[in-house]
């Protein structure tokens, strides 16, 4: 019920190029294209390989309704939400523990961005699939049938490739069946079978594209040391939208979440702190023998690591989509956790958690009906980031309007100046009026801050290319710098 609303969405942000504008959805053929094709279009710029959401995408566009593409995302919440059910049922052997663990995952208001945004799909998807390969595998010993699930969750998002990691932890909690040692090498040689198939694959279709690299602008020239202290530090964001999902936002860019550079830094300390939390309620888990809480919080952290820019900086420093399949460890170890309670104490505590949850989260929907609103949203709830009036520039761009433009560029430049697809969209807007001074300037700081950004330029001139706007599509190629991977 909380997700009725977005059956009546449109298209926002990611939407537009990936389904609205894509050529590779739009015809039967695309089922099978999109396996050969990357998942954002080489024009708009982010070598990704995400085949299986995008050939349902094609499906879904058959039908020729846009509704039909809302509810497919809202089914598959619906069937994680399930999904966590039945695993924390199976593993805990509590019916309660699995309607406070199914209830909590099918109402956090976290996931509206994932299930309410048409793109957000991939995540539902691979965090299906992710979950159903460790049920089988620990539940059931189903090698083959677990690689497949694997497998299919690779092709819908990167997010997937934790699935080996969480069943191994399966493994170590007494969670399910415990393996031999030889059935263990041949699960260790299925996944490298897996793992091999798919990077050749991947390479195949995208090294055309390595040179197209993102990273989130707060770590843009950023240190080791000073981009792993702000990653410690978004751990109080992960933690808040976790377990106290009140406050939710579309964008945490700069100048909202800026770089830290100290370990005096207030975020940092409070980052550490929540980590110190997490690795205090695992120990005291592991203590009490609560093997199932142990579970779900060495889940949480597994499901995290990729995406919470430690081992490596993404492409975002937050967002609240990459938290989906994370949160499945939080409803499970909270499903256990709470599974003590009976009678009315339990009616009470599921109806508080469906009611709060439901209704925060239906309340959030209607910010992803399109980019209007979550531009919106974004003004209203994230003030000092750029990204507010960097929507705008492109906005005015689209309509010739590059003196309104400029005065929104001075906006956005004034909050961040790391932000590489902000100084290109500058540069456009100063060749638009014929200040080639000030767009050659604008480039040398982008050159200065990213080292393979030969790619920006080609997406800026073909932006130009497609508002009609030949001489500025040509001042960027000209100055195009040459790719080192060329």
């Known amino acids: 019920m909380a997700y009725l609303g977005a059956l009546g969405h449109g298209f926002a942000l990611d939407d537009v190029p990936i389904i609205a504008t894509n050529p590779v959805v739009h015809h ?41 593409l809302h509810l497919i995302n809202v089914l598959w919440h619906a069937a994680a939400s399930v999904t966590v059910a039945v695993l924390t049922r199976r593993w805990s052997g509590s019916h309660a523990a699995a309607l406070l663990a199914g209830g909590v995952f099918a109402v956090h208001p976290v996931h509206v961005e994932a299930v309410a945004n048409l793109v957000g799909r991939a995540e539902l998807m691979a965090a299906t699939f992710a979950m159903v390969s460790v049920y089988v595998a620990l539940q059931h010993d189903r090698l083959g049938w677990s690689l497949i699930a694997c497998a299919l969750g690779l092709l819908s998002k990167e997010s997937a490739a934790v699935a080996p990691a969480l069943i191994v932890v399966g493994w170590l909690t007494g969670i399910g069946i415990r393996p031999t040692g030889r059935r263990v090498g041949a699960y260790v040689a299925g996944w490298a079978g897996v793992a091999i198939a798919y990077g050749v694959v991947r390479w195949t279709l995208l090294h055309a594209y390595s040179d197209q690299v993102f990273v989130a602008p707060v770590f843009v020239g950023a240190g080791f040391a000073d981009a792993r202290m702000t990653a410690i530090a978004s751990f109080a964001d992960f933690t808040r939208l976790l377990l106290f999902p009140l406050t939710l936002r579309a964008d945490y860019s700069p100048a909202e979440r800026t770089l830290v550079t100290t370990p005096a830094d207030p975020r940092f300390v409070l980052g550490a702190l929540c980590l110190l939390l997490w690795a205090g ?114 906005t005015a761009l689209a309509q010739h309007q590059a003196a309104d433009a400029l005065d929104d560029f001075r906006i956005a430049a004034a909050r961040t100046t790391g932000a590489p697809k902000l100084l290109t969209l500058g540069a456009d807007v100063a060749f638009a009026l014929h200040r080639p001074r000030l767009a050659d300037s604008l480039l040398s700081d982008l050159e200065r801050i990213c080292d393979r950004c030969p790619f920006y330029y080609e997406f800026e001139a073909r932006a130009a290319l497609a508002r009609g706007d030949s001489v500025v599509a040509d001042s960027f190629l000209v100055r195009r710098p040459a790719s080192p991977m060329r």
């Open 28 to 68: 039967w053929s695309g089922i099978l294209a999109a396996f050969r094709e990357p998942y954002w279009p080489p024009a708009s710029g982010a070598a990704m390989y995400r085949p299986l959401v995008l050939a349902s995408f094609a499906f879904d566009w058959q039908t020729g309704e846009l509704i039909w």
């Open 281 to 394: 309620l695992l120990f005291l888990s592991w203590r009490r023998d609560r093997r199932l809480i142990t579970f779900g919080l060495c889940w949480m952290a597994i499901a995290l690591l990729p995406v919470a820019n430690l081992l490596f900086p993404t492409g975002v420093l937050v967002a609240e989509r990459t938290l989906y399949l994370p949160s499945a460890g939080l409803a499970i170890a909270l499903g256990d956790a709470l599974s003590v309670l009976r009678g009315w104490r339990l009616a009470a505590v599921l109806a508080v958690i469906l009611v709060a949850g439901g209704v925060r989260t239906a309340t959030r929907v209607p910010v992803w009906k399109n980019s209007l609103t979550v531009l919106k949203s974004v003004q209203e709830d994230s003030p000092r980031s750029y990204v507010g009036p960097m929507w705008i520039v492109s």
